[in-house]
């Protein structure tokens, strides 16, 4: 029963269709896209978030792919190469997702804030009680920004999804902002004191999530006012 | 075992070694000529390239694809905006067979098949013919797919992610998780009883289950507790963010039933952008406008991967919002 299947001649099946698991060597396909694709956009270049370069984006693939006026060319995944190679067929399809997310990082991280100031294991990484001030981009254009100070209270690692959390009390209302680090509208993040010691309001909060700190008005008090006066001499 | 089978396996095991991806795919043992009891298949017709190719129309069905649910991951579009994207993965998704239509208004009947099987040492005879007469390697996946005649492809065909064209609205079909035997709460959303106020053992029950003696039973389809989950369903009008060809990954916007490495089954959304179609057609609308995000019309038949590969579009495609065509 096998060995009919076996038999198939591979002159009479295309080359797809040969006997066995068929695929397109990632070389092959890495090799025809290089070729095929005639764009000159540099391949390690962050998506284009400025008019112009969006733009020239859109035209140049425009021109090429016939199907639809609007559409942005990005850099292949391959460019950022990851330890598991079968992602044609991955036997666990959560590779693909590994693989997407480390390219992913790769563009959207401009700040490198997932693998420094907000990785798991980095000895520059910021400990809850820090008293941070976070600036981000209110519009698209990029021309106004926003900014929040106030203590982390949280590192959420989610690969592309990290995000922390900002706790301050704002006109005596407690206001919490959950910043993902890979996001385009994040424009700086700046830190004002960083968590140390087991005293004083600048301590180290000793838990990597510090929600009982909204419990605790006495400690956040003294915070918001050392993050309003660092803010304010700045 | 005999012991041409073992030679033939131990020539082909390096062809079905999960992890490879060399760039010489050894091929089976060939045959005696005795052996072979069953002609061997038609080569599959390439497309031909002398006519040109026909034009999408919003009466036209093409066909859909399987994919398999990889994961979900989040993508920011040019504005800054976060979307949850889900990745499905076209994973050797070939035409086994077409099927005449059965009416004088009837579609033809493709049925497509995915996912090499690596070992086809436990298939029935019957399904391995099957898949020998189409010329294509046993598949464990096979759905089918009503289309009209334009819109047929060759038997044999690969089909590539860049079927979708990113900006385009698809349905996507797929069984849902199976939660197993739950109560009403769940399986319903019931509110149950109180917690306290002397409630006896009924806290998480469904309560009364009909009226008095008339009717004196119960009605048919009263909900009560059973299976849940593990039914096919589809999820309507998801939005194709992003489109890579390399790895034949579909990014659609939201989520879609199924655990990841579920068999999913994808297609051009029936409302958002057939009936939507149909609609701009009848307004008088050209060519090029019946679809709405900038998208012009969609590839008829079909993108296969030499297409694909071979075409001067980038490797990764994506929408990047509304209004800017």
Known sequence: MSRSLRTLSSAALPARCIAGPSRLPLDTIRKASTQAASNPSSPSSSPSSSPAALASASVQSTASYPYSSSIVSKPSTLETPTPRRNLLHPKKGWSVIEHLNSHLRSQYDTLSLSTTLFARKSPERLRTGSIITVTSWTNAAKTATTSFSGVLIGTKHRGIDTSFRVRNVVSRIGVEYNFKCCSPLLKEVKVIKSAKGKKGPGRDLGTRKAYWVRDRPDILSKIAAQASKAVKSR | ?325
């Open chain 2, 1 to 325: 075992m005999p012991r041409l089978l073992k030679a033939a396996i131990a020539s082909c095991s390096s062809s079905f070694s999960r992890r490879a991806l060399s760039s010489t795919i050894p091929l089976p043992a060939q045959p005696e000529a005795s052996s072979s009891k069953l002609p061997s298949p038609p080569p599959p017709t390439e497309s031909s390239e002398s006519t040109p190719p026909a034009r999408w129309s919003p009466f036209t069905q093409r066909t859909g694809l399987i994919a398999m649910k990889r994961g979900m991951t989040a993508l920011w579009d040019e504005d800054g905006k976060r979307w949850p994207v889900t990745v499905l993965q076209v994973d050797r998704c070939q035409v086994i067979r077409h099927e005449s239509p059965t009416g004088p208004e009837g579609k033809y009947t493709m049925q497509l098949g995915a996912s090499d099987r690596p070992n086809v040492r436990r298939l029935h005879k019957n399904q391995i013919n099957h898949f020998k007469s189409a010329g294509v390697h046993p598949k464990y996946h096979l759905k089918s797919f009503h289309v009209t005649k334009d819109a047929l492809i060759p038997v044999g065909t690969e089909i590539s992610a860049a079927h979708f064209v990113p900006g385009q609205y698809v349905d996507v079909i797929a069984k849902t998780i199976g939660k197993g035997f739950q109560g009403v709460m769940k399986r319903f959303g019931f509110r149950g009883q109180p917690a306290t106020h002397g409630t006896t053992l009924s806290h998480r029950s469904a309560g009364a289950m009909g009226a008095n003696q008339d009717p004196g039973r119960i009605w048919k389809g009263k909900k009560m507790p059973g299976r849940m989950g593990g039914k096919q369903r589809t999820t309507h009008n998801l939005l194709v963010h992003r489109v890579d060809k390399e790895l034949n990954l579909i990014f659609v916007r939201g989520a879609v039933p199924g655990f990841d490495d579920a068999v999913i089954s994808v297609r051009d959304a029936v409302r958002a952008t057939k009936w939507k179609a149909e609609n701009e057609f009848k307004r008088g609308k050209p060519d090029g406008e019946w679809l709405a995000e900038g998208v012009k019309t969609l590839p008829l038949p079909t993108v296969t991967v030499q297409q694909a590969a071979s075409a001067d579009w980038p490797a990764v495609m994506e929408w990047p919002g509304p209004g800017k065509a």
